[in-house]
């Protein structure tokens, strides 16, 4: 069973920055595919970015490609969020999810989100 523990959100004004973290339990961490969700109230959830277990390879959504970027620390069992040039559209619950078996999902394990809300 894998556990995951997302933090770092919280509200920034329009064009402010924020990293997420996500640490997972487990001993084969850099096994682990890993991605970002999110979820704004009233629309589906949607893919945001994702990152292979040795972390060499990421995919992101086109709606943050070059603001958002995802890291993988192996040794702290922590995935990142980095965040930038945010906007009002941004704001969402961001959860992480963990594939133990592939780098791209699906995924079995997922955290319980954070939120995160920009202001205009």
């Known amino acids: 069973q894998v556990q995951l523990l997302e933090s770092g959100g919280g509200l920034v004004q329009a064009g402010g920055s924020l990293r997420l973290s996500c640490t997972a339990s487990g001993r084969t961490f850099s096994n682990y595919g890993m991605g970002w969700f999110r979820q704004a109230p009233g629309k589906a959830g949607e893919f945001v970015a994702a990152i292979s277990g040795s972390g060499s390879r990421t995919n992101y959504a086109d709606s943050v490609k070059g603001r958002f970027a995802i890291s993988k620390n192996n040794g702290k069992n922590t995935v990142y969020l980095q965040m930038n040039s945010l906007n009002p559209e941004d704001t969402a619950v961001y959860s992480c999810?963990?594939?133990?078996?592939?780098?791209?999902?699906?995924?079995?394990?997922w955290g319980q989100g954070t939120q995160v809300t920009v202001s205009s």
């Open positions: 999810a963990a594939s133990a078996s592939t780098d791209w999902g699906p995924y079995e394990y």
